[in-house]
């Protein structure tokens, strides 16, 4: 039987770990995507904010464990790609490739890196495929500048869909749906223990931009709705709160403030919040969790022109142009009492369950996240989010909750950023935030999980996740046709890979997306597809690839496709 004493100290340790967390966690009060924290409930790609202390400790153990890594390797990479669709008859595309880049992974005592950056030029050589300049890569990075004191930044460059309306697929070319996307963030974060006090507070800004060549071809009878340009949001935060010793139960008060300000029709954000917490042990791995508090949310947008027989006005990417002479209408307005309540199980260091029910944005939600590290080498996380957010917040609060050190992976044929990566202490996926470049904010909820693991001389991610999107426009602007519009998304990824011997070695990846329009006269749309590579090292930094992959579409008003494709290339790294 297990003594008082111990339960008591079990306890108080428990709600200790869960309040230096929580100091940690403040700026999670406003978005709702995955690795925001929806709420205070940090979803797959980041630690939940209860259990943030422990997941620091295991951390700071495992990076006491590794010795100093620095490996930066620049590459020349030259491709012949042949494509085509094994369906419709349709033309064989050739081209080649010819690429520079740079793929990085950083450890030292004060600083943690991974990332990849790639500049590629495609020559069109049949089928219509023109020439074309792609820039992609993916980075997060954290510097301890004193300590607790950490500056950390992400950035992406990736082409998505411009229209989830619109054909998916391989964007080869000059494709008519396609969008080229680039969004960083930048801040400091300061966790402080001073006496009995941990004190917690950070900043970050974000930009987020899309490029658009053309209008995005739509299925016949859907209705374009907007497509993003850019914005820029900031968002600070603060906190103080003491763990449990004089008080049976420990305490945190945290405010914030988040704005973000897009060109699309003048859009602006602008939430505050206020609030308490308590956590209550009530037994050696069981905690109570509490909070209420206060919050001001207002979400406004000018109306687009009209031109003749009052269709609004959009320009040549397809844009809705803003009507400067007109107020902004409010698309959202909210405030008065916010409150939280649930609980907090934690049966050992690996192990990590929290769910909870509230109230906020004039709603009840349900957030909650679990963590389980049954070894170093498995990871697996899983995060059930609810909150408001728009493409801009969204990229900015998804790259902060990456990992700083995680394998960056490609598709072997396209080049393309691959949407989830894995590291060993945690890992996590965009796909919410890249399935639609829509240019509205919304409310959104949804549950993603990601799992990374070593099975003998296999490596492999698994990330998978439903995400549920209400747009929010006002009610008496000129589309308030499109309010209230409801898109669902279902998607999986998954990728594997292992040494063959000594110099060479395989790859698998493969993914699997389901998008529910809800905009009248759309219609659905699937796809999926698996690609496999072979590498070999054939002298110092030469390596050959081989790969092959198969790409399927399917939506009404569209011809299906089957896109098969191989690719030959040689590879340098420097």
Not at 268 to 286: C, L, M, N, Q, S
Not at 518 to 532: E, F, K, N, Y
Request: proline content about 4%; aromatic content about 10%.
């Amino acid at each position: 039987m297990m003594r008082p004493g111990h339960t008591l100290r079990r306890g108080t340790a428990l709600a200790a770990v869960l309040l230096a967390g929580m100091a940690t966690s403040a700026q999670a009060q406003f978005s709702g995507d995955p690795g925001s924290g929806a709420g205070g409930a940090p979803t797959a790609g980041s630690a939940p904010a209860s259990d943030a202390g422990a997941d620091r400790q295991a951390k700071r153990g495992e990076r006491q464990q590794k010795k100093r890594q620095v490996r930066v390797d620049p590459y020349l990479e030259v491709g012949q790609i042949l494509s085509a669709d094994l369906k419709n008859g349709g033309d064989v595309l050739t081209y080649t490739t010819v690429a520079v880049g740079v793929d990085a992974s950083i450890v030292t005592r004060r600083a943690e890196l991974a990332g990849t950056l790639r500049y590629e030029h495609r020559f069109g050589e049949s089928g219509g495929l023109g020439d074309a300049d792609i820039v992609s890569g993916l980075a997060r990075g954290r510097i301890e500048v004193s300590r607790g004191f950490n500056l950390e930044a992400g950035a992406l460059a990736t082409r998505t869909s411009a229209d989830g309306r619109g054909a998916d697929g391989l964007f080869l070319g000059s494709a008519s749906n396609a969008a080229d996307l680039y969004s960083f963030y930048a801040g400091p974060t300061l966790v402080q223990r001073i006496g009995d006090l941990d004190l917690g507070a950070g900043y970050r800004f974000g930009y987020t931009k899309v490029d658009v060549g053309s209008v995005p071809a739509l299925a016949p009878g859907a209705a374009a709705q907007d497509v993003f340009d850019s914005s820029t949001n900031h968002v600070a935060w603060a906190s103080v709160g003491q763990r449990p010793g004089d008080l049976p139960f420990g305490w945190q008060v945290s405010g914030g403030y988040e704005r973000e300000d897009a060109s699309q029709l003048d859009q602006r954000f602008e939430g505050k919040y206020a609030r308490a917490d308590v956590t209550v042990p009530i037994g050696p791995t069981v905690a109570l969790l509490g909070g209420v508090g206060y919050e001001d949310i207002e979400i406004g947008q000018r109306d687009p022109v009209l031109g003749a027989g009052g269709v609004p006005v959009r320009d040549a990417a397809g844009r809705f142009v803003a009507d400067t002479s007109k107020p902004r209408q409010l698309s959202f307005d909210t405030e008065g009492l916010i409150w939280d309540a649930g609980v907090m199980w934690q049966p050992s260091r690996r192990t990590s369950l929290t769910a909870k029910i509230g109230r906020r944005y004039g709603d009840t939600i349900y957030t909650g996240s679990f963590s389980y590290r049954p070894d170093h080498a498995t990871s697996f996380q899983v995060g059930v989010y609810d909150g408001l957010s728009s493409l801009g917040r969204g990229m900015s609060s998804g790259l902060s909750a990456l990992p700083t050190q995680f394998d960056p992976t490609r598709n072997p044929l396209s080049g393309d950023v691959d949407t989830c990566v894995f590291g060993e202490a945690s890992s996590g996926c965009l796909n919410n935030q890249l399935g639609n470049v829509n240019a509205f904010q919304y409310r959104n909820r949804g549950v993603q999980a990601v799992m990374s693991s070593r099975y003998g001389r296999w490596s492999y991610g698994v990330g998978l996740g439903y995400d549920r999107r209400r747009l929010l426009v006002p009610a008496g602007s000129v589309i308030a046709n499109l309010d209230g519009v409801t898109d669902q998304s279902y998607y999986l990824f998954l990728s594997a890979g292992r040494p063959l011997d000594s110099a060479s070695d395989i790859s698998i990846t493969g993914y699997l997306n389901y998008f529910d329009n809800g905009a009248p006269g759309a219609s659905d749309v699937q796809s999926a597809g698996l690609s496999a590579a072979y590498s070999r090292r054939f002298w110092r930094g030469l390596t050959g690839t081989a790969a092959a992959s198969l790409n399927a579409f399917d939506q009404d008003g569209f011809n299906s496709e089957l896109i098969g494709s191989a690719l030959v290339g040689l590879r340098y790294n420097f």
